[in-house]
C-alpha cells in the first residue's frame, strides 16, 4: 500500500467552456504519472469534493468554484498540502490578479478597474485607452462574453452596461496592446517552459486572438519571458501555471492573463512527467516541515 496518497481533484465543467476535456486529460495524465511513481491517487468531481469530506492530506487540484477555493483555503491551514494552493486559485481571479500585478511592478497593460454602473468615456479617454479589453473582475471567466474586446471608449461603455445587466459588479478594463500574442506553460522548479503563437485558434477557448492580428515574430528574449513567468507565478503562489503575453514591436513582454492549472493542452504529453516531479517535490519539502 502507497504512502502517498493523493485526491485530485477536476475542474467544474462551467470554469472550463471549449476545455472540458483537455482540462481532465492533464489532471488525468498527471495522476497516471505519480501512479507510476508509487502514489495512490483517487480523482473527485469538483462538485464531490464540495460535498465531501477527503481523508487524504495530499490535494492536487483544479478548482474554481468559490465554494471549493475556500474549502482549499480551510484545508491548507489545517495543514494540508493543496497544489495549486486555493490562495492562489483566488489570486488569478482578475481584479485581484490586476491588483498584485500593479503593485509588484508586473509589466502589464494600463488598466483601470470599475464598477460595471460606473461611466468610464472620460476615464478611458484621459488615459488615452482606445481599443481595449473588459474583463469581469469578480471571478474566473466562464462565457466568452466575459473577455470583451472594445474598439473605443463609447463602445466600452456599452459593454460594461451589458455586464451589469448580467449580475456582475466589477471589472477590469485593459488597455488593447500592439504586438505578437504568445500563449505559455510552465511548471514551477522545472525546466519545462512551452510557449506558441495561437493565431491559428486550434488551442483558443473563444477565438478572440483574432483581435491581435496575424503573427510578425517579434524577436524577443526567451529567457526573460521564463523569468518573468517564474517570478510572476511565485509572486501569485502558483506552482502548474500557464498565461499570456504580448510581444511588443520593439521586443518588450508584457502579461495580460495568468492561469492557475490551465489544460496544457498542445503540450500534455511533455507537461505531465514534469507536473508530478513538481508535486512529488513539494510533498518531500512538506514532510520535512511536519
Not at 469581469?136 to 456599452?158: F, I, L, N, T, W
Not at 445587466?165 to 514551477?188: E, S
Not at 508535486?279 to 512538506?286: D, G, H, N, P
Amino acid at each position: 500500500m502507497s504512502e502517498i496518497k493523493i485526491a485530485g481533484i477536476l475542474r467544474a465543467g462551467v470554469y472550463s467552456p471549449n476545455h472540458i476535456g483537455n482540462d481532465a486529460a492533464i489532471l488525468n495524465g498527471v495522476a497516471e504519472q505519480l501512479r507510476r511513481r508509487g502514489c495512490e491517487v483517487t480523482l473527485y468531481s469538483e462538485e464531490e469534493f464540495d460535498q465531501n469530506t477527503l481523508d487524504q492530506s495530499i490535494i492536487i487540484n483544479m478548482c474554481r468554484e468559490r465554494v471549493s477555493i475556500e474549502k482549499l483555503q480551510k484545508l491548507e491551514e489545517e495543514g494540508r498540502l493543496v497544489i495549486n494552493s486555493g490562495f492562489g486559485i483566488e489570486n488569478c481571479t482578475r481584479e485581484r490578479l490586476t491588483r498584485i500585478f500593479m503593485g509588484h511592478n508586473i509589466p502589464y497593460p494600463d488598466s483601470i478597474i470599475v464598477n460595471t454602473n460606473e461611466k468610464i468615456i472620460d476615464q478611458l479617454k484621459e488615459k488615452e485607452i482606445n481599443a481595449c479589453w473588459i474583463k469581469r473582475g469578480d471571478y474566473h471567466s466562464m462565457h466568452k462574453e466575459d473577455v470583451s474586446y472594445c474598439r473605443h471608449p463609447e463602445e466600452a461603455q456599452e459593454v460594461l452596461h451589458e455586464y451589469f445587466y448580467r449580475g456582475i459588479k466589477r471589472a477590469v478594463i485593459n488597455r488593447h496592446l500592439l504586438g505578437d500574442l504568445l500563449k505559455f506553460y510552465a511548471v514551477a522548479g522545472q525546466p519545462f517552459f512551452y510557449w506558441f503563437y495561437p493565431f491559428d485558434g486550434s488551442h483558443s477557448k473563444y477565438g478572440l486572438e483574432v483581435n491581435n492580428g496575424l503573427i510578425r515574430n517579434i524577436p524577443f528574449d526567451e529567457e526573460e519571458l521564463k523569468s518573468l513567468c517564474a517570478k510572476t507565478a511565485e509572486i501569485l503562489d502558483l506552482k502548474i501555471y500557464g498565461g499570456d503575453c504580448i510581444i511588443g514591436p520593439d521586443g518588450s513582454i508584457r502579461i495580460i492573463d495568468f492561469n492557475d492549472w490551465p489544460s496544457f493542452a498542445p503540450c500534455r504529453k511533455e507537461a505531465a512527467p514534469f507536473i508530478a516531479k513538481c508535486i512529488l517535490s513539494e510533498i518531500r519539502k512538506w514532510k520535512k516541515k511536519g
